[in-house]
């Protein structure tokens, strides 16, 4: 008779990991204890409570400083905050798969989803998947269970997730049954792949073994299962917890004897050493023993092997690794990617099975120095050989400028494109391209002198083969007066190139502003996208002349809305000696000199410049001569508003005499606003001229008898400061004279001034 252990059996890495844990931390001064069975063997239960860690089942148990050890199947949000509250230290040993299932449902629960777990209710590990599902998860562990839970869920937004122990084959069932209940569904396989490692390796011995033997605890679900799986394919399958029961069981003789082959299999919480114990009572005759086995399937791991393991941590410089050895593998950073702007965060998650090259291994150091990227890139290099075969269009992120050209990683694998390849059009700068996504096509692979594979890419002929096919579609439904948001491309000195897809079209500089530049950075920078009109097309010349706006179509809406007094912001366009040019929008209009500013000036530029936006509006317009008269002075701007807004009729002031004419003086009352003093308001007394009495320069006192605001003339009087109250009444009764109006001088009097 053969005795034969099966290919994966006992320890998976997450029990291996728990139980190394509660070693390394066993007889810690402050104590150490597990919350519940650290795994479900009695055999390393006893073995732990020798080394002082004891078991508690309840949080009252824990003592403030205690080590408390989180068993490997996990335990609910909850638990795990009470524990931390007790003030004890927690020592995390959830298997890594386990937490993985813990981030998905933590997060989806958080978003609003519900969460369907698949597994034994009243395992601890579902317990506490359930116990991180904010309150929205559901558990089914039946054919008929996983029927009824449409009606417990009205939301169509699920997740399902399932105990890493489950038979794959029951888990498919189930999924095939909430497809049909629920259509928005994200399922998540979550099984262990060790767990399935070692169910496949099992049935595969048990379809050959006249006995199986499944050794584990009576508690473990995985063992359990197993159990059921070697049973169906070896109806003589028999389980036992140690090798106690199995000599127990032998010794009565219930153990039949048989000639060719005896399989043994065992749980992941089942330690080595048991399995030892029973392979050597059922192989006792057999040509290897129990400790050669073993070695064989744990033969020492040397360099250049490539081997799997399980991310079972991750920081910022290096991903941990379980790979079964005693000791755990290291993949540095730069043995992780190329790409040193990636976020190691995204290339690995911790529970997740890798395949790595060993690099180095250290017993000194008891450290195993690991590649993925070696092992990546072996495979990436095939996907490429097939990819150039088949002419088949890469993209790929450029990480780094070389001499002659960049680089860029594709599938784990450095692609050099030559500059002559980055572009469809020659790029004298090649550092815009780092850090872009880029696509193109490989167009060499060989290997260079020193024997290294060597790729060549090419972005220059997917570019030019896409720009083909854009302009083929351009010129196909291209036509003038056509509207187009394009890029800007390159700049010269008479204009702008600018991309409308596939095909480039010409700005002049002259259509680029509205005023004058004398180049077109002023106006526009590479990169910029901007709307463009075609003005014309020439597909012979493969000539496209481009606008911003069609003045036609401009001047058009203009005069069909314009009218006399309407406003308008307009942009200077150029500046006269005699007034300034506005462009109104697709029209120009004049703003004369005079109407620019209420005070004398020589040139326009004292008030404009061209590029200003300024408010206008129009005082007079022929379209069909194209002319437009503009105003840009504001009323309440202008000296007389300013001047008289607190002048009243009978306010008396002070006023100084600017002129002197034979029919009065005029008095300055507020700057650019005169007065008139009328001879006969000039004094009580008649007198002959009124240079008689004032001079030019005089600081008189008047009264303000008169304000005309249609004819913006100021009527002052001396007389009236002179007079008594007795003439003042007698002047009341008098008929009312205004010495404002225009009959009360002539231009012959303003011009005949007294010398």
């Given at each position: 008779m053969k005795t034969e252990i099966a290919e994966k059996a006992g320890f998976c890495f997450g029990v291996a990991r728990a139980v190394k844990m509660a070693r390394e931390n066993a007889g810690d001064s402050g104590g150490t204890v597990t919350y519940g069975m650290l795994i479900h063997n009695r055999d390393v239960t006893e073995e732990l409570k020798s080394l002082g860690v004891d078991t508690v089942s309840s949080i009252d148990e824990i003592k403030p400083g205690t080590n408390v050890i989180i068993r490997a199947h996990g335990i609910?949000?909850?638990?795990?905050?009470?524990?931390?509250?007790?003030?004890?230290?927690?020592?995390?040993?959830?298997?890594?798969?386990?937490?993985?299932?813990?981030?998905?449902?933590?997060?989806?629960?958080?978003?609003?989803?519900?969460?369907?777990?698949?597994?034994?209710?009243?395992?601890?590990?579902?317990?506490g998947i359930n116990g991180r599902c904010l309150g929205r998860g559901h558990t089914i562990n039946s054919v008929e269970e996983a029927e009824q839970i449409k009606s417990d869920i009205l939301s169509n937004n699920v997740v399902i997730v399932a105990q890493t122990t489950l038979r794959r084959d029951f888990f498919k069932k189930i999924e095939k049954i909430l497809k049909k209940h629920f259509t928005n569904v994200k399922i998540f396989d979550t099984i262990c792949s060790a767990t399935d490692e070692r169910q496949k390796a099992a049935a595969e011995l048990a379809a050959r073994a006249d006995?199986?033997?499944?050794?584990?605890?009576?508690?473990?679900?995985?063992?359990?299962?197993?159990?059921?799986?070697?049973?169906?394919?070896?109806?003589?399958?028999v389980a036992f917890e140690n090798d106690k029961e199995l000599k127990k069981y032998i010794k009565q003789g219930k153990f039949p004897a048989f000639k060719k082959l005896v399989g043994i299999t065992a749980g992941a919480s089942t330690p080595d050493t048991v399995i030892k114990e029973v392979y050597l009572t059922m192989a006792e005759n057999n040509e290897m023993n129990f400790a050669e086995a073993l070695e064989e399937t744990l033969k020492p791991i040397k360099s250049g092997e490539v081997v799997k393991g399980v991310v079972i941590g991750v920081t910022p410089t290096e991903v941990r690794v379980d790979i079964g050895n005693k000791y755990d593998g290291v993949i540095p950073f730069n043995e992780l990617t190329d790409d040193t702007n990636a976020d190691i965060n995204d290339l690995v998650k911790v529970g997740e099975e890798v395949e790595v090259y060993v690099v180095h291994v250290s017993d000194r150091d008891g450290v195993v120095t690991l590649s993925k990227k070696k092992i990546d890139a072996v495979k990436g290099m095939e996907e490429l050989k097939t990819a150039f075969e088949n002419n088949e269009i890469?993209?790929?992120?450029?990480?780094?400028?070389?001499?002659?050209?960049?680089?860029?990683?594709?599938?784990?694998?450095?692609?050099?494109?030559?500059?002559?390849?980055?572009?469809?059009?020659?790029?004298?700068?090649?550092?815009?391209?780092l850090g872009t996504e880029q696509r193109f096509r490989i167009i060499k692979m060989d290997v260079d002198r020193r024997g290294r594979q060597r790729v060549v890419g090419s972005i220059k002929s997917v570019a030019k083969?896409?720009?083909?096919?854009?302009?083929?579609?351009?010129?196909?439904?291209?036509?003038?007066?056509?509207?187009?948001?394009?890029?800007?491309?390159?700049?010269?000195?008479?204009?702008?190139?600018?991309?409308?897809?596939?095909?480039?079209?010409?700005?002049?500089?002259?259509?680029?502003?509205?005023?004058?530049?004398?180049?077109?950075?002023?106006?526009?920078?590479?990169?910029?996208?901007?709307?463009?009109?075609?003005?014309?097309?020439?597909?012979?010349?493969?000539?496209?002349?481009?606008?911003?706006?069609?003045?036609?179509?401009?001047?058009?809406?203009?005069?069909?809305?314009?009218?006399?007094?309407?406003?308008?912001?307009?942009?200077?366009?150029?500046?006269?000696?005699?007034?300034?040019?506005?462009?109104?929008?697709?029209?120009?209009?004049?703003?004369?000199?005079?109407?620019l500013s209420w005070q004398r000036i020589k040139h326009p530029s004292e008030v404009v410049k061209v590029g200003d936006t300024i408010n206008v509006y129009i005082k007079d317009m022929n379209k069909e001569t194209g002319k437009i008269s503009l105003g840009y002075k504001k009323e309440e701007d202008s000296p007389w508003v300013k001047g008289t807004e607190n002048l009243h009729v009978g306010d008396t002031i002070k006023c100084k005499i600017v002129r002197i004419l034979p029919f009065g003086a005029f008095a300055e009352v507020a700057p650019y606003v005169d007065g008139l003093i009328h001879i006969s308001q000039i004094s009580n007394e008649r007198i002959g001229k009124p240079s008689d009495v004032l001079a030019i320069g005089d600081v008189v006192d008047a009264k303000i008898v008169e304000i005309n605001n249609d004819t913006k003339q100021i009527g002052l009087s001396m007389k009236a400061l002179m007079s008594t109250p007795e003439e003042e009444a007698d002047a009341s009764e008098d008929e009312t004279v205004s010495y404002t109006e225009d009959s009360s001088f002539t231009l012959g009097d303003l011009i005949d001034t007294e010398e």
């Open positions: 609910p949000a909850d638990e795990e905050e009470a524990i931390k509250n007790r003030g004890a230290n927690i020592i995390d040993a959830t298997c890594p798969y386990v937490k993985k299932i813990h981030s998905i449902v933590s997060g989806a629960a958080g978003s609003g989803a519900d969460i369907i777990i698949v597994g034994d209710p009243n395992h601890p590990e579902v317990k006995c199986m033997i499944v050794i584990g605890g009576a508690e473990s679900s995985n063992t359990k299962k197993l159990y059921e799986l070697c049973r169906e394919h070896c109806e003589n399958t890469l993209t790929g992120r450029v990480i780094e400028l070389v001499k002659g050209g960049v680089v860029s990683i594709v599938n784990c694998v450095r692609v050099f494109i030559p500059a002559s390849e980055c572009a469809e059009r020659f790029l004298a700068d090649l550092g815009v391209l083969e896409e720009s083909e096919k854009a302009a083929a579609e351009f010129w196909a439904n291209a036509e003038e007066g056509k509207k187009y948001t394009g890029t800007v491309k390159s700049l010269t000195s008479f204009g702008a190139f600018v991309d409308l897809g596939g095909v480039d079209g010409l700005i002049h500089i002259s259509e680029l502003s509205p005023v004058r530049i004398s180049h077109p950075s002023e106006a526009v920078k590479v990169g910029d996208q901007i709307d463009v009109y075609i003005k014309e097309l020439n597909k012979e010349e493969n000539r496209i002349s481009l606008v911003r706006e069609l003045k036609e179509k401009k001047a058009e809406e203009f005069w069909a809305n314009a009218e006399i007094g309407k406003h308008y912001d307009g942009v200077v366009k150029s500046l006269t000696s005699f007034g300034a040019f506005v462009d109104l929008g697709g029209v120009d209009g004049l703003v004369h000199i005079s109407e």
